[in-house]
């Protein structure tokens, strides 16, 4: 069946624009996870989505930094007013609730100029 | 907070050779779980351990949960040049309300085995 999908795979900006990164996650599961990994590193949760409850949002480092997920399926992280700091790879992974195996999308590569 | 320790970050070995990855904390974890993750790929699960002194075998990969659960080791027998990737720990939080099933992640280990 179908994986996690994100996209675009690729985003090159400027200093100053906003972003929207885009994450299908795989049918049927409830659970959706934003993560941020620079080159070669670990994964850096940004925020968790579980069926309609409140996101935890604890792993956002700045308020220029959102997400949503619409109709407990697409999520989109989007990102304000860039900075080069925030280049790095955007994860997205899905899971079933209560099932703590992570499925993960290919990513999204955000190249700040 | 929970964070995860691993070592070592990198590690560049010839093709027959045996290594260990280790994963530590200072925090309880309700499981650990151990990713492998290829290059322009996600992570991709490759076992995860609950109990705490628990060994599990995946062909030459041996994964091992501390009796404290607070750390764990992969050591891999005979490394072949298709074992090359980026290694990932990751601890579970059993913690109640929105924190269930959140992971925290070690920094990785970039392994690069020679033919």
Redesign the interface.
């Known amino acids: 069946g179908a994986g996690?999908s994100q996209s675009p795979s690729n985003k090159v900006t400027e200093k100053g624009k906003d972003v929207e990164l885009r994450c299908d996650p795989i049918s049927g599961h409830t659970?959706l996870?934003w993560?941020r990994q620079s080159l070669?590193?670990?994964?850096?949760?940004l925020i968790?989505f579980?069926g309609n409850?409140?996101?935890?949002k604890?792993g956002l480092p700045s308020d220029r930094f959102s997400a949503e997920r619409t109709g407990g399926s697409v999520s989109t992280l989007t990102i304000q007013r860039t900075q080069q700091e925030d280049s790095a790879v955007y994860?997205c992974?899905s899971?079933l609730?209560?099932?703590?195996?992570?499925y993960?999308?290919?990513?999204t590569r955000l190249t700040v100029t | 907070t929970q964070l995860l320790e691993q070592s070592p970050q990198f590690l560049s070995i010839q093709e027959g050779e045996n290594l260990t990855v280790y994963c530590n904390s200072s925090s309880v974890f309700s499981s650990l779980q151990w990713y492998r993750q290829e290059p322009g790929e996600g992570p991709v699960l490759l076992v995860t351990v609950v109990t705490g002194g628990e060994v599990k075998k995946l062909k030459r990969l041996t994964f091992q949960f501390g009796d404290a659960r607070k750390d764990s080791s992969l050591h891999i027998t005979a490394a072949q040049p298709g074992d090359t990737g980026l290694y990932l720990c990751a601890g579970v939080s059993n913690a109640g309300g929105t924190s269930y099933g959140k992971l925290t992640f070690g920094q990785g280990t970039i392994l690069t085995v020679h033919p």
């Open positions: 996690v659970a996870y993560y070669g590193q670990g994964l850096e949760f968790y579980q409850s409140a996101p935890d604890s994860l992974a899971s609730y209560g099932v703590y195996e992570q993960f999308g290919p990513g």
